[in-house]
């Protein structure tokens, strides 16, 4: 069929649109899909609230979405998952460095237990936090406290919700001025009155340096605290400074807050160096009674009484100054445990404050068990003892297969409930974590001829080194010193028996003193001057004298010819105290710790005046050979006496550089040690 001009021209246009229309949907056409429609389930018209359980799931999610093309910062980040803390219940946990772990004491475990709510209370806790010496001396007033607790229980929970009214009115008024005094985290919120609250944690485990060269601790952990349940947990990337936050010291914090509210609490890891390896670990608890984990500033609870060059022998303070409990604390057995490292491998560093810490890591320790007895064995061992002076119990360590001429530091462990027993870990003990106390150093000596001995039968008060001998060893040569004692003290109880010792008070020979007295004084003054005390030649201290000068050491070497002929002219230097030693013992050269002069008067005075005894006077000659003084500035052992440590807790109890050779005897013809 033949075509128009017309017709040609609109066909033409249709096939370019036709074609045009074509790549258009072949360019353009949504990608083809196969799906079925799903009903969706309408929302729910109810007006009923959510429930306070869906509120806590919804408010901690853990979905965390991830989108590729989305920076993590603009999608936002899910709170962290916050763990619950009980009262007085530990929660271990591993941390990787640069990481952090949420834990959360919600209100109704603050408000529960067993200590009172209010703001009176939780004041004086917050003062406890700030202040160890103040928590050591209200502990006694928190026990009264509690025992009264218990007795007005009914009584104050029905009338508890007056009673909070009422602590808020006189707390707002009493409280103005120490608020503005006190830290920000120990000021006591405004609202509803508050509780004290108590939280601690122990680095138990911590990375360990890639060099055997180190000479620092790795970095330590942190804790940060958040009192709105708005936020939570604080961000990693976000946390709060100041106040709000605080450092573990040696793998140990305490803190202290009043709280009125659920508490947030974020444990951080440092990240780490190239140094370090490794991961942390650790224990926090909370409490509304005290602090579960504690360290105690208080020195002197650890004593170190004397060392040779392998082994040293330390005690703890007197544990109580009351005689009615000092059955109860004897029975009870020892409570304490002791963590000793090198100074040359500081092994425990960083974590000297930490009971698990230094129960992981420390090679050389005086502890207990997983059964619950204390590891003693042939290098180390505890008892509980009486001796010493005022008869109080104290706990004794002895260490052995230590190094010669070597320094060392102990760290003293009260036991908590809970410590005391490890398969116990989780029983909700107030104070369960134990004490930590400050560290106490402490030295062997170079020489070998100063030999430690205790636990003697007689001279049961000796607890330091004495002039020894390598062919005996410390329980041999203490036996040998000990046998010698009794038989010198044989002689005294025959001289006694001449004294009407169970006359009556007019015919005796003291209405101050009675042969019990004398009997005891005496045997304390022989104890000293038949054990001398005994240090290395070559100390340098000013409150010791040479003596044997002239002996060969054990090895058979001497003195340095010119010394030696230098001593040998001094009498007192060229001999022992006694032939018996230098004969019995042979322990060549040494230098002593003269006994004090009070032990020689204390039987003067608690003795009868006719049994002879007598003293030498500080300006008479051989005085300063034969007795030492107390030196009232302290700082150092400036004379023996039985129960005195070389640490040395106060000054009034010291002594002078004056020594002496003994010049006590009897004038009755009994044969007697001088």
Not at 212 to 229: C, K
Request: proline fraction near 6%; aromatic fraction near 8%; glycine fraction near 8%.
């Amino acid at each position: 069929m033949h075509l128009s001009p017309l017709q040609s021209r609109l066909a033409a246009s249709l096939a370019g649109l036709l074609v045009v229309l074509i790549l258009y949907i072949l360019l353009f056409a949504p990608t083809a899909a196969l799906a079925l429609e799903l009903a969706v389930p309408p929302l729910s018209d109810s007006t009923k609230p959510i429930e306070p359980l869906q509120l806590d799931a919804v408010s901690q999610g853990i979905y965390e979405p991830e989108f590729a093309l989305f920076d993590r910062g603009i999608v936002g980040r899910a709170p962290a998952v916050a763990t619950p803390l009980e009262n007085n219940v530990p929660i271990p946990l591993n941390l990787q460095p640069g990481a952090a772990a949420c834990f959360v004491v919600d209100k109704s475990v603050i408000f529960s237990g067993s200590a009172n709510a209010g703001s009176s209370n939780s004041k004086r806790a917050l003062k406890r936090a700030a202040d160890p010496a103040r928590r050591d001396h209200d502990d006694d007033v928190d026990d009264d406290d509690h025992d009264d607790d218990d007795d007005d229980d009914d009584d104050h929970d029905d009338d508890h919700d007056n009673k909070d009214d009422h602590d808020d009115d006189d707390d707002d008024d009493d409280d103005d001025d120490d608020d503005d005094d006190d830290d920000d985290h120990h000021k006591a919120p405004t609202g509803p009155a508050g509780r004290a609250l108590y939280l601690s944690a122990n680095t138990c485990l911590q990375p360990h340096s890639v060099s055997s060269h180190a000479t620092s601790a790795p970095p330590q952990l942190h804790i940060y605290i958040s009192t709105s349940s708005k936020d939570g947990c604080p961000d990693v990337t976000k946390l709060p400074t100041g106040n709000h936050s605080k450092a573990f010291e040696q793998g140990a914090v305490m803190y202290g807050l009043n709280a009125t509210d659920d508490v947030y609490v974020t444990i951080t890891a440092p990240s780490l160096t190239k140094d370090f390896q490794g991961i942390y670990n650790f224990e926090i608890a909370a409490s509304v009674d005290t602090f579960y984990y504690q360290y105690s500033e208080q020195n002197g609870q650890l004593l170190w009484m004397d060392s040779d060059a392998t082994s040293a022998l330390l005690q703890t303070a007197s544990l109580t100054s009351d005689s009615k409990e000092i059955s109860s604390i004897m029975d009870a057995g020892t409570q304490h445990e002791l963590y000793v490292q090198g100074i040359k491998a500081p092994i425990l560093d960083g974590l000297m404050r930490s009971v698990c810490g230094m129960n992981n890591v420390a090679q050389l320790a005086s502890k207990r068990l997983d059964n619950g007895q204390m590891n003693n064995n042939e290098l180390v061992r505890t008892k509980m003892t009486d001796k010493g002076p005022g008869g109080w119990p104290r706990q004794q360590f002895y260490f052995e297969g230590l190094n010669s001429s070597s320094s060392y530091t102990g760290i003293l462990v009260k036991q908590g409930n809970a410590t005391a027993n490890p398969k116990r870990r989780s029983t909700g003990a107030i104070g369960g974590g134990g004490i930590v106390f400050p560290p106490t150093d402490f030295q062997t000596s170079a020489g070998t001829n100063c030999n430690l001995i205790t636990d003697l039968d007689f001279c049961d008060y000796v607890q330091w080194a004495a002039p020894g001998n390598n062919k005996y060893n410390n329980t041999e040569l203490g036996n040998i010193y000990d046998n010698y004692a009794k038989t010198m003290y044989s002689n005294f109880q025959k001289v006694m028996m001449q004294i009407p010792c169970e006359a009556g008070s007019t015919q005796r020979y003291s209405l101050a003193s009675n042969c019990n007295n004398c009997s005891a004084a005496y045997k304390q003054w022989l104890c000293a001057v038949a054990i001398p005390r005994c240090e290395d030649f070559s100390t340098g201290s000013n409150y010791t004298i040479p003596r044997n000068a002239a002996q060969a050491f054990p090895n058979g070497t001497f003195l340095p010819d010119e010394l030696r002929q230098q001593l040998m002219q001094t009498p007192a230097y060229n001999a022992s105290r006694t032939t018996f030693i230098d004969e019995v013992i042979a322990p060549g050269p040494y230098k002593e710790i003269l006994p004090c002069a009070d032990l020689c008067y204390g039987v003067v005075q608690a003795c009868p005046a006719a049994m002879g005894f007598g003293c030498p006077l500080s300006k008479q000659l051989g005085f300063n050979v034969s007795y030492g003084r107390r030196n009232r500035n302290g700082g150092v052992v400036s004379c023996n006496y039985p129960g005195e440590p070389r640490t040395i807790v106060s000054a009034a109890g010291a002594v002078s550089p004056s020594m002496m050779l003994l010049v006590g005897f009897l004038s009755l013809g009994s044969a007697l040690l001088l």
